[in-house]
């Protein structure tokens, strides 16, 4: 079913709906001024482990103790010094260590007493893998086009019109994040289709896109127990091969062009009429089909594609770190299991690299419009990609694509960037050299 508005009435809604949720929580909220925040996921028994005490009073001699269910102290201290300030709120640190497994809470007693909500003290195995099985079968339910997976969620692939998407340059947008003008198309076409939605919408965006493959396969590399293929229930290996193989389809090799979108979120300034992806409530499998012929759908429909610049322009160094990250450490993953994907994803790798743009003026390239997702550093990410590079060329078990730079050049353009060469778990630069 479609829910559609216009952009002023649901903001209006919207509106109307946080004044009355806030003014029904606030006489709760007025009378409480201290909390103590946990980390909902539980913590490791032996381990030095910390809460926070959030107050608005003074916590001068206030002490804090970890109780169990039955109402034992495993662990009792007086509140250190504060760490800071979070907006009125001044931070106290609760540094503790619980060796026996099970669920406790912490309680403050001082000048404003407190009490956590209940938390589980155990294994590292039992707490995460609960954690890391939900992220994975949060991935599989993102999946969009034809390679969906069913689930509950899911019963039918979404936006197989993306197979055909049309690609526009960038819009301009006005201070309310509303299109200025018409959309202007390319005149190229590409298959867009696959990779994952973005939080809480159907759009899907290079650049958070990346982040989260170039995480993926840091974990399945480096935990392969917890993420790769000796995990039990959250084996990553084939959903980062699914993201990557989107992200191979943004990025055109032989032209050298990134597109860094599908679809849009905002609405148009002088033509409200036409709807966008966040002005509907529906299932992804009715958007290429929604509202037959109605222009004012044409963008649901068929979704635009944005390019971030012309072939072989330089491209902004945040996407150009990330994707280089994602697809070094492809190789790094699957150069035995899918050596030919690995060697093209390494090639686009050091592509994508070479054209980062080191000296970038005005907003970064983020997603349109920038607001969604805006960023001002992109040092970092050139170091990812740096770092990812050098220890995918520095393999030394399976034969190397020809024409690549040495993992030395890698090395030193990690450090321009952080001052310091690459490093990961169990080597060193000096030790693979």
Known sequence: ???????????????????????????????????????????????????????????????????????????????????????????YPLDFVV????????????????????????????????????????????????????????????????????????????SDDLILGALKPTGVSMDASGGWWDAGDYLKFVQTHSYTVALMLVGIRDFPAQMGSAANGSDFTAEAKFGLEWLLKMWDSSSQTLYYQVGIGTDFASSPNLLSDHDLWRLPQVDDTIGGTDPSLQYVRNRPVFVAGPAGSKISPNLAGRMAASFAGCFQVYRKSHPAFAQKCLVAAEQIFDL?????????????????????EWRDDLELGASELYFALATQDCPLPSNLRTPIRFSICASQHTGRMPTSPGRTMPEIL
Not at 2 to 17: D, G, K, Q
Not at 47 to 74: D, P, Q
Not at 358 to 375: I, K, M, N, R, W
Request: proline letters at 5%; hydrophobic letters at 45%; a negative charge.
């Open 1 to 91: 079913m479609i829910f559609s508005l216009p952009a002023r009435t649901r903001f209006a809604i919207r509106s109307f709906l946080l004044v009355v949720t806030v003014v029904a929580a606030m006489p709760a909220f007025a009378a409480t001024t201290a909390f103590v925040r946990i980390d909902q996921l539980g913590y490791e028994s032996g381990a030095h482990n910390r809460a926070y005490l959030m107050s608005k009073t003074s916590e001068s001699g206030a002490i804090f103790r970890v109780v169990t269910a039955g109402g034992e102290i495993e662990f009792s201290s007086s509140i250190g010094a504060a760490a800071g300030t979070w907006g009125d709120f001044t931070v």
């Open 99 to 174: 060796h026996e497994c099970g669920k406790y809470t912490i309680e403050v007693t001082g000048p404003v007493s407190a009490s956590s909500t209940t938390f589980r003290i155990d294994a590292p195995a039992k707490l995460y893998s609960g954690a890391l099985a939900n992220a994975l079968n949060f991935y599989r339910n993102e999946r969009d086009g034809e390679n969906f997976i069913k689930t509950p969620l899911r019963s039918a692939p979404g936006h197989l019109n993306d197979e055909h998407a049309a690609v526009y340059l960038s819009p301009a947008f006005n």
């Open 356 to 376: 980062a743009d080191t000296a970038p003026s005005g907003d970064l390239v983020t997603v349109a419009p920038f607001d969604f997702y805006g960023e001002d």
